[in-house]
């Protein structure tokens, strides 16, 4: 019999009633089967918490086969960034995000784009496998995709190194092998995919200023748009980093002066410029979460190395999204008045 536990959370009654009848050992559990695979979709999935735990779930299952849980949860994620950006790229209903297209399901020379029978898929080449056992390899379904996915991870084997080359002969990019495998760095690091928390850059407790000023022009460099937001803070003002994320740049630039960039797990890119110093604990590749100190207010930038003070103390602070082709800056002042909200409430 199904446990009480189990049978309460079949939403399923015309199945369970099935079950309960009889009918055959295989029938029956086969029906067992697909209820149990329908739990994470009927059941109280209400919190961000259960969906979290749900999708780690999947991710967990490929520990015999080696394959790491932070690996597939991180391509996950990385296209789950992407479809909340791109219009063009549909959201994948269920738990998980990641989407094969036709070619790499189905097989590029599969006369049939969306082909759903593990044999002919098997023939062309294809991706697709039948992960849940009901002969159908469909894409629709998180456990065959996940399955697909593992298997093509397999494949290349089980290391980080291996990990990018099979991120690299997947998406054909740079930027999404880096920004996949930063995303995969800090969920092993964190042991949770729960990385969503944010903070204003400069602790609250110390006296700034600042206001929506995107898109307005430079003073320096030529031609360009501001895109950021300039907070006005005296120098040696501690600037915290705002999300989870990776070092993936520091030093040197000729407009930012000194400055560090911050790969997170939304696919953003978070770069505080005119910095006076840095952090001395803070190096690239290193990982922060909201509130690490990665430096101090200056006024450096706008010429060659070393340059300072043309300009007052603040800092420049842009978030940059990459979107699967290319990346672009958004107005970072909406979420700057939320962080600092959320930062004051806090204290
Ligand atoms: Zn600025």
């Known amino acids: 019999m199904i446990p009480i536990s189990l049978r309460m959370k079949f939403d399923n009654s015309v199945m369970l009633m099935a079950y309960l009848k009889g009918g055959s050992t295989l029938y029956r559990s086969f029906l067992l089967i697909v209820g149990l695979l329908l739990i994470p979709i009927n059941g109280l999935a209400s919190s961000e918490e259960d969906i979290v735990e749900q999708r780690m779930s999947y991710y967990t299952q490929f520990e015999e086969e080696l394959i790491p849980w932070h690996f597939l949860a991180a391509i996950d994620q990385y296209e789950r960034n992407l479809q909340t950006v791109r219009k063009d790229i549909p959201k994948r209903e269920g738990f998980l995000a990641i989407q094969f297209s036709d070619e790499y399901w189905s097989g590029a020379l599969n006369p049939e784009k969306n082909d759903t029978i593990p044999e002919t898929i098997c023939y062309f080449d294809g991706m697709g496998m039948d992960g849940n056992g009901d002969g159908i390899a469909s894409r629709q379904d998180d456990t065959d995709v996940i399955v ?87 120098y040696g003002t501690p600037v915290v980093s705002t999300s989870y994320g990776v070092v993936e740049v520091k030093g040197w630039n000729q407009f ?61 602070y842009g978030i940059y999204k990459f979107n699967g082709r290319s990346q672009w800056a958004f107005d970072p002042y909406p979420s700057l008045l939320q962080w600092e909200r959320q930062a004051k409430k806090a204290t």
């Open 256 to 316: 930012g002066g000194w400055r560090i960039g911050i790969r997170d797990n939304h696919n953003s890119y978070h770069y505080y410029a005119h910095l006076g110093s840095y952090h001395k604990d803070i190096t690239v590749g290193d990982i922060v979460e909201p509130g690490t100190v990665l430096g101090y207010v200056g006024s450096s930038g706008y010429g060659k190395e070393g340059t300072s003070g043309k300009f007052p103390p603040h800092l420049h």
């Open 148 to 234: 697909s996915m593992a298997h093509y991870l397999s494949k290349f084997g089980t290391t980080d190194e291996d990990f990018k080359l099979a991120l690299w002969e997947y998406y054909g990019s740079e930027e999404a092998v880096n920004q996949i495998f930063a995303i995969a760095n800090l969920y092993q690091h964190f042991k949770t995919t729960l990385l969503d928390a944010h903070t204003f850059p400069i602790p609250t407790r110390y006296d700034y200023s600042y206001k929506g000023t995107w898109g307005a022009s430079r003073g320096w460099g030529g031609r360009r748009i501001h895109e950021g937001t300039d907070i006005f803070a005296g």
